[in-house]
């Protein structure tokens, strides 16, 4: 069969297909940065919401895990925090699933009633509320989290090491 385009018009189809390509492209980018900055839950069953003010004062009491990632805690975290990095890969969603996380559960008391409190970097970032869901899967009864993360921590002025 003859192709009967002339290559003027060949170029042309051409511009439209990677047009639409780069279009298609540029979308799923944009789409993949807006999942980034989802913001978290505001409640979650078993998960108790708290402040910065509760976290300074129940500091002897209970035990402090940073989420984040092994550099952000070494470079500064909350005093007597442990680090529990939350390996994330699954998606920032409620039933998002752990199997594809990485959550060390060595690092956590094994007295599953024992006050556990996590955070990371904010409302926007999902470890510490993905690592606060995965204590309550595992049966944790006292877990606390600090939703407004390390941010909400250094806004109040608070020490850190």
Not at 85 to 97: G, I, M, Q, V
Request: aromatic content about 10%; charged content about 25%; glycine content about 8%.
């Amino acid at each position: 069969m003859a192709d009967n385009t002339t290559p003027n018009e060949g170029g042309k189809q051409m511009k439209k297909v990677l047009t639409v390509l780069v279009a298609v492209a540029f979308l799923l980018v944009a789409g993949q940065v807006m999942a980034a900055k989802v913001p978290t839950p505001e409640s979650y069953e078993g998960i108790t919401i708290v402040s910065a003010d509760w976290v300074k004062a129940n500091m002897g009491t209970t035990k402090i895990f940073d989420a984040r990632k092994k550099g952000e805690y070494v470079e500064k975290h909350i005093p007597g925090a442990v680090s529990a990095t939350y390996k994330e890969k699954s998606a920032k969603n409620l039933d998002f699933d752990a199997s594809k996380d990485k959550l060390k559960m060595s690092k956590f008391p094994k007295d599953k009633s024992a006050s556990v409190v996590v955070y990371c970097n904010g409302p926007k970032c999902w470890k510490s509320f993905k690592a606060a869901v995965v204590l309550v899967r595992e049966g944790y009864t006292n877990v606390n989290w600090l939703r407004d993360g390390f941010p909400g921590w250094l806004d109040k002025g608070y020490p850190t090491e």
